[in-house]
């Protein structure tokens, strides 16, 4: 997601360069400042990267430091319904890759929560 945000900004379509400008100029007065859609964009962009690297580095700290396989197991089911969660927005909001990204991490953790329970 970050690639795409920072290395994959260029607009070749005139339409697209056009959208991008009406979304730099349409600002809106929020708490005292002022935001622009092109502003909200990046940072929701940024923010959805760092939830990722967030989840990511908390679970790798729980499977290094936690002897409690049941406790793994419950995080492990946990982190999937929140994969179940981004699996709904995706199929609203968004097309297929996100979904089957989505759907293929929610396997992963029903697969190692139900494996870390049963042990």
């Not at 056009?18 to 100029?25: E, N, R, S």
């Not at 409690?68 to 946990?78: F, M, P």
Request: one cysteine or more.
């Amino acid at each position: 997601h970050l690639i795409g945000h920072f290395w994959l900004a260029a607009h070749a379509e005139p339409q697209e360069k056009q959208l991008m400008q009406l979304m730099a100029g349409y600002e809106k007065k929020i708490a005292g400042g002022s935001v622009s859609m092109l502003d909200i964009l990046h940072g929701l962009n940024v923010c959805y990267a760092l939830f990722f690297a967030f989840a990511g580095s908390l679970n790798l700290v729980l499977i290094h430091h936690s002897r409690d396989q049941k406790l793994l197991g419950r995080v492990s089911l946990i982190n999937a319904a929140t994969c179940g969660a981004g699996i709904a927005i995706s199929l609203i909001y968004f097309y297929w890759i996100p979904v089957v990204t989505f759907a293929l991490v929610m396997a992963c953790f029903v697969l190692a929560g139900i494996y870390q329970i049963a042990e």
